[in-house]
């Protein structure tokens, strides 16, 4: 993973997984704004949903994409998003 500092962060991913029918095993994701957060709020219906949807469009990939994500790798992207807050 790259600075926290920065505005774009590579999360090397230990599984790859497929992006619009290409494997790839890293994903970027961008700082987040307020209105990211804004956009998942009032369109889906617990927690869960919204933290893929949020990470989704921060990484700019369909949320079914992130579905097939090891949990392994989702807790690096949680840890990833979690460092441009702090």
């Known amino acids: ?4 500092k920065n505005n ?3 999360v090397k991913l ?6 619009d029918g290409v494997q ?3 994903l970027s ?3 987040p704004k307020v ?3 804004l956009g998942v709020e009032t369109s889906h219906s617990n927690d869960a949903q919204k933290e893929i949807h949020l990470f989704a469009h921060l990484c ?4 079914d994409c992130l579905m097939d994500l090891d949990m392994a790798d989702y807790a690096k992207l949680q840890k990833a998003y979690q460092g441009f807050l702090s």
């Open 35 to 37: 209105r990211d957060m």
């Open 14 to 19: 230990t599984y790859a997984i497929t992006v």
């Open 29 to 31: 994701l961008r700082r």
């Open 8 to 10: 774009l962060i590579q």
């Open 24 to 26: 790839v095993d890293k």
């Open 60 to 63: 700019e990939v369909n949320p």
């Open 1 to 4: 993973m790259s600075d926290f």
